[in-house]
């Protein structure tokens, strides 16, 4: 029998990818949208006839619990939350509210509503922050540097608390930075590949950038979410780290980006103070040992591969911004002639 799956943010990159696996496993997918959002459907879009989205917010309970009954699922992907660590010091009580307290609030109606079902928290490195030990473990302590890593700790530990007080299947996995074309354009990783893409073709000039020497474990969002299902297939819950196990710098991404269409970097990247976070997180790196060893999971993609993988995406969602632009621009040199 076909299972089904709820996933709260489906139209993020880590939905959309997760959808798409669930769906070739013979899943019925359901996706949480807010009943007073006009969600970006951009992810989607090719699989949105095969999923069906229901109405739920993560700060309003009650219509969780509607969504858990209506879709009544075997699995719950919990993707959805402020999710940009730059804005979470922009809006932290958002952030507490939506990345920490949501979660309580979507375990509350699988509680309430369907127990039976297993759910998957999304935590992140973002945790460790000031890490205490390299590489960061499952049980490395966390020491959160933002508002955004704090919400998280949050719904990391009360999911742990929920698993343990109710005897409920719910896990958390602990993901690295994991990124693809479909990451969103305020993420560093979009930033630099969409710039590079719009200085290849001379649409801009130059790239504007803060910290260089920020190490990150990054890899690609599709390997991740198959960590994520293999999570939920276990006898027994636990909390997982997701990562490459690699360390990279921030100029290293730069010099990959630039060297992939052929121009130097240098001549092109501007460092400007206003990118620098107020506490920063200087060295990610994860020990993803367990995950290998219990999972059974492994990585695909490298980290240069994801580089020139984004980088030829946007290349190519430039040319075509590029032409509807110049089309519609003579397009309304045209109306003017006739109205003249």
Same mark, same amino acid.
């Given at each position: 029998?076909?299972?089904?799956?709820?996933?709260?943010?489906?139209?993020?990159?880590?939905?959309?990818?997760?959808?798409?696996?669930?769906?070739?496993?013979? @899943?019925?997918?359901?996706?949480?949208?807010?009943?007073?959002?006009?969600?970006?459907?951009?992810?989607?879009?090719?699989?949105?006839?095969?999923?069906?989205? !229901?109405?739920?917010?993560?700060?309003?309970?009650?219509?969780?619990?509607?969504?858990?009954?209506?879709?009544?699922?075997?699995?719950? /992907?919990?993707?959805?939350?402020?999710?940009?660590?730059?804005?979470?010091?922009?809006?932290?009580?958002?952030?507490?509210?939506?990345?920490?307290?949501?979660?309580?609030?979507?375990?509350?109606?699988?509680?309430?509503?369907r127990p039976e079902s297993r759910f998957y928290q999304a935590s992140s490195s973002e945790m460790f922050g000031k890490v205490v030990e390299t590489p960061q473990r499952e049980?490395?302590?966390? /020491?959160?540097?933002?508002? /955004?890593?704090?919400?998280?700790?949050?719904?990391?530990?009360?999911?742990?608390?929920?698993?343990?007080? @109710?005897?409920? @299947?719910?896990?958390?996995?602990?993901?690295?930075?994991?990124?693809?074309?479909?990451?969103?354009?305020?993420?560093?990783?979009?930033?630099?590949?969409?710039?590079?893409?719009?200085?290849?073709?001379?649409?801009?000039?130059?790239?504007?950038?803060?910290?260089?020497?920020?190490?990150?474990?990054?890899?690609?969002?599709?390997?991740?979410?198959?960590?994520?299902w293999l999570m939920l297939q276990q006898d027994q819950p636990d909390d997982y780290v997701i990562s490459t196990g690699e360390t990279h710098t921030v100029q290293e991404l730069?010099?990959?980006?630039?060297?992939?269409?052929?121009?130097?970097?240098?001549?092109?990247?501007?460092?400007?103070?206003?990118?620098?976070?107020?506490?920063? !997180?200087?060295?990610?790196?994860?020990?993803?040992?367990?995950?290998?060893?219990?999972?059974?999971?492994?990585?695909?993609?490298?980290?240069?591969?994801?580089?020139?993988?984004?980088?030829?995406?946007?290349?190519?969602k430039a040319m075509v911004n590029s032409k509807l632009e110049k089309a519609v621009a003579i397009s309304s040199l045209q109306n003017t002639k006739l109205e003249a």
């Amino acid at each position: 029998m076909a299972k089904n799956a709820l996933i709260t943010g489906i139209t993020g990159q880590d939905g959309s990818y997760l959808a798409e696996l669930l769906l070739e496993k013979g @899943y019925k997918v359901f996706g949480l949208r807010r009943r007073t959002s006009t969600p970006m459907m951009e992810n989607i879009e090719h699989i949105k006839h095969e999923i069906e989205l !229901v109405e739920g917010d993560l700060q309003d309970q009650g219509s969780l619990i509607e969504a858990v009954k209506k879709s009544k699922p075997d699995e719950v /992907y919990n993707l959805a939350a402020q999710s940009f660590v730059g804005t979470s010091w922009a809006q932290p009580v958002l952030t507490g509210q939506t990345t920490a307290i949501g979660v309580t609030n979507m375990l509350e109606a699988i509680r309430t509503a369907r127990p039976e079902s297993r759910f998957y928290q999304a935590s992140s490195s973002e945790m460790f922050g000031k890490v205490v030990e390299t590489p960061q473990r499952e049980s490395t302590p966390f /020491y959160p540097r933002s508002p /955004y890593g704090v919400a998280k700790v949050y719904g990391h530990w009360i999911t742990v608390n929920y698993r343990e007080s @109710y005897d409920m @299947y719910a896990c958390s996995g602990i993901l690295f930075n994991h990124e693809s074309p479909r990451r969103g354009i305020e993420f560093v990783t979009r930033k630099v590949t969409d710039a590079v893409a719009k200085i290849k073709l001379g649409l801009q000039h130059e790239l504007r950038m803060g910290n260089l020497d920020a190490k990150r474990d990054w890899g690609f969002a599709g390997d991740y979410v198959k960590a994520m299902w293999l999570m939920l297939q276990q006898d027994q819950p636990d909390d997982y780290v997701i990562s490459t196990g690699e360390t990279h710098t921030v100029q290293e991404l730069v010099e990959i980006a630039f060297r992939h269409v052929g121009l130097n970097w240098e001549d092109h990247v501007v460092i400007d103070p206003r990118f620098v976070r107020p506490a920063e !997180v200087d060295l990610l790196l994860g020990d993803n040992s367990k995950a290998r060893k219990k999972l059974g999971w492994n990585l695909e993609v490298d980290f240069e591969e994801l580089v020139k993988m984004m980088v030829d995406s946007d290349l190519q969602k430039a040319m075509v911004n590029s032409k509807l632009e110049k089309a519609v621009a003579i397009s309304s040199l045209q109306n003017t002639k006739l109205e003249a």
